[in-house]
């Protein structure tokens, strides 16, 4: 009996711990736009996106592709 409980046991530390690397990359994931939104809630008078037509789309588009970039290698880790 002893031994069934600590199979099952072992299981769930299993399933525990699947949860836990998902939850973390959710975060990770997650970091980005807050890092992002952070800079931009500073309200600095000299940041190069103020004054280029592209700069803002670009910064939306390279946060974009460092989302699919960590969500591919979060998927191929088997995190996600």
């Known amino acids: 009996m002893s031994d069934i409980l600590s199979a099952h046991l072992?299981?769930?530390?299993?399933?525990?711990?699947d949860n836990r690397l998902k939850i973390s990359a959710w975060a990770a994931m997650a970091a980005i736009p807050?890092?992002?939104a952070g800079i931009y809630g500073m309200n600095f008078d000299h940041m190069p996106e103020l004054r280029?037509?592209?700069s803002y789309p670009a910064v939306i588009v390279g946060m974009a592709a460092l989302e699919?970039?960590?969500?591919?290698?979060f998927k191929r880790r088997g995190w996600m």
């Open 10 to 17: 072992a299981q769930m530390n299993v399933r525990q711990n």
């Open 34 to 36: 807050t890092m992002i």
């Open 52 to 54: 280029g037509l592209r």
């Open 68 to 73: 699919v970039l960590l969500y591919r290698l």
